[in-house]
């Protein structure tokens, strides 16, 4: 069995060479047939030549480097496409996620899931980075119904079939157990080891906050929505529309009672949420009619063929 490492990496050059010798450690201990592949995400420190000094030393490290910062996502689809391993391992290069849970994410693939994510439980960051981070959690497990702790923990495990199966771009790295168990796949949780970030500083901010949240919409129509888009632009539309046509209803009885409307915005608020209604469920029926005229069979995941 060989196990690819996957490892993004952006301004990490006081942490590398430790990160190596961890790794190192562990897979020799555990014997393991290895590749370590790092994604220098457009890096303006020195990581990548001394990604090319650990090359030097040991011909199982790969690396690819950006031209410039295109994002973890990004990153992580190109390890994903190079990756020859039947397991692959993703970790951040900050050294808060400890390579020595690496055997029991292995463990937990050869007991017959597809997907092992892991749960910072005890998490040693800021409070401005664990507040948000549990919100966003606890949001999108509501709204997904994947009972996981840690969407956002970098240290995670796959199959090698699910990181072929599963396209990965935009924000939607932290989404990838999600659209792992909308493909049929076993998705399971593991609790880890989560250390204080040792070197240089967190690349988290706002706007990546907010980013999930955009993403977690996008993740819940490609997978919910997709192959049925009338379900929900026919439910809005239903809504608004029904909306409005109680209340021009309330209007009209206003009138033949002898009350003049022409002037009350309720009147314009009515016409507005008929005209919307009926805009978005025929938005619907022609997501419907795109939908039924493609065989799209990136929806699905093939098991196995017996001919």
């Known amino acids: 069995m060989k196990v690819s490492i996957v490892i993004p990496l952006y301004n990490e050059e006081e942490s590398l060479l430790e990160l190596y010798d961890t790794i190192i450690n562990v897979l ?85 899931h597809d997907l092992v994510s892991g749960w910072k439980k005890k998490r040693n960051d800021p409070i401005s980075k664990t507040i948000p981070s549990k919100l966003f959690n606890f949001i999108t497990s509501k709204l997904t119904g994947i009972k996981i702790h840690d969407f956002n923990c970098g240290l995670k495990a796959y199959r090698k079939k699910v990181i072929k199966d599963i396209p990965v771009y935009g924000e939607l790295h932290r989404y990838l157990p999600v659209l792992a168990h909308w493909r049929g796949y076993k998705v399971g949780e593991i609790v880890v080891l989560h250390h204080e970030r040792k070197y240089g500083k967190t690349k988290f901010g706002a706007r990546r906050f907010l980013s999930g949240f955009f993403d977690l919409f996008t993740v819940l129509f490609l997978t919910r929505y997709r192959q049925k888009p009338l379900h929900l632009f026919g439910f809005f539309g239903l809504l608004s529309f029904l909306t409005g046509f109680i209340i021009s209803l309330y209007l009209t009885i206003l009138w033949f009672q002898g009350y003049g409307i022409g002037s009350r915005p309720l009147l314009f608020l009515g016409v507005l949420l008929i005209i919307v209604g009926m805009q978005s469920f025929s938005i619907g029926l022609i997501g419907e009619m795109i939908t039924n005229s493609k065989d799209d069979d990136s929806m699905y995941s093939v098991k196995e063929i017996i001919e």
């Open 28 to 112: 020799k201990t555990e014997n393991l047939n290895y590749e370590i592949i790092f994604i220098d995400d457009g890096s303006k420190d020195d990581s990548l030549n001394i990604l090319k000094e650990l090359h030097f030393k040991d011909n199982n490290i790969k690396i690819y480097g950006f031209q410039k910062n295109c994002g973890k996502s990004a990153a992580l689809s190109q390890g994903f496409k190079k990756a020859s391993g039947d397991i692959v391992i993703t970790m951040d290069a900050d050294l808060q996620d400890d390579p020595n849970e690496i055997p029991k994410l292995i463990e937990m693939i050869n007991s017959g």
